[in-house]
């Protein structure tokens, strides 16, 4: 069994930052894309921001230039540093894995494999 268990989150306001935690266990995780998705409430889950093994990072445009992702394989960690967060940046933060493939953006919730139980991300105006 694969965990992913994120942390970090909590109520912030708006343009202040934040960092997320995801903590990986149950299995290898070289050739793997991991993952930032979220949930606000009656919308559905995006993408936020990936990286795979090779540190290839990707973000949605939304948060291109404030948010970054970073990963330490050896304590099987990753992260999101959250800036300038936005209140509609309100929502359940999800951490995810997936096997790289090659050919695929790995944007999509379906594409993802493992999936942490999220954290909750409040910004208040």
């Known amino acids: 069994q694969v965990q992913l268990v994120e942390s970090g989150g909590g109520m912030v306001q708006a343009g202040d930052s934040l960092r997320l935690s995801c903590e990986a266990s149950?299995?290898?995780?070289?050739?793997?894309?991991m993952a930032w998705f979220r949930q606000a409430p009656g919308k559905e889950r995006e993408f936020v921001a990936r990286?795979?093994?090779?540190?290839?990072?990707g973000y949605a445009d939304s948060v291109k230039g404030r948010f970054s992702i970073a990963r330490d394989n050896p304590k099987n960690m990753t992260y999101l540093q959250m800036n300038s967060l936005k209140p509609e940046e309100a929502a359940v933060y999800y951490c995810?894995?997936?096997?790289?493939?090659?050919?695929?953006?790995?944007?999509?919730?379906?594409?993802?494999?493992?999936w942490g139980q999220g954290t909750q991300v409040t910004v208040s105006s």
């Open positions: 995810a894995a997936a096997l790289r493939i090659g050919g695929m953006l790995y944007t999509l919730p379906r594409q993802y494999t493992y």
């Open positions: 149950g299995g290898t995780f070289s050739n793997v894309v």
């Open positions: 990286i795979t093994d090779n540190w290839n990072t």
